[in-house]
């Protein structure tokens, strides 16, 4: 069974970075598409932030260039580079992985990011 594993969050001051992590477990093949999703208090989850196999990425309009997600050295891992974090960037960060070995896609259990100002 493949799981993800998630870790990076805490508590950071307005402007400050934080980097998260994740890696998948169990999967003995390469996985499609990883990325990462945020849901703040009352609000809807959201994406922030995909790669590819291949390298391509995407990120939430929101970002506008404070973030930057890679592939980690190990297989299927992701790294997500948060700078100039701001109050509106508090929120509970979950890893997704998707795949077609996946039969879809699998979610990490989340790490909660709060920024103080």
């Known amino acids: 069974q493949v799981q993800l594993e998630e870790s990076g969050g805490g508590l950071v001051q307005v402007g400050g970075s934080l980097r998260l992590s994740c890696a998948a477990s169990?999967?003995?093949?390469?996985?499609?598409?990883m990325g990462w999703y945020r849901q703040a208090l009352g609000k809807q989850r959201e994406p922030v932030a995909q790669i590819t196999r291949g390298g391509d990425t995407h990120y939430g309009d929101f970002v506008k260039g404070r973030f930057i997600i890679s592939r980690g050295d190990a297989k299927n891992s992701v790294i997500l580079q948060m700078n100039n974090l701001s109050p509106e960037d508090t929120a509970v960060y979950y890893c997704?992985?998707?795949?077609?070995?996946?039969?879809?896609?699998?979610w990490g259990q989340g790490t909660q990011v709060t920024v103080s100002s």
């Open positions: 997704r992985a998707s795949s077609a070995a996946l039969n879809g896609q699998i």
């Open positions: 169990g999967a003995s093949f390469d996985i499609s598409l």
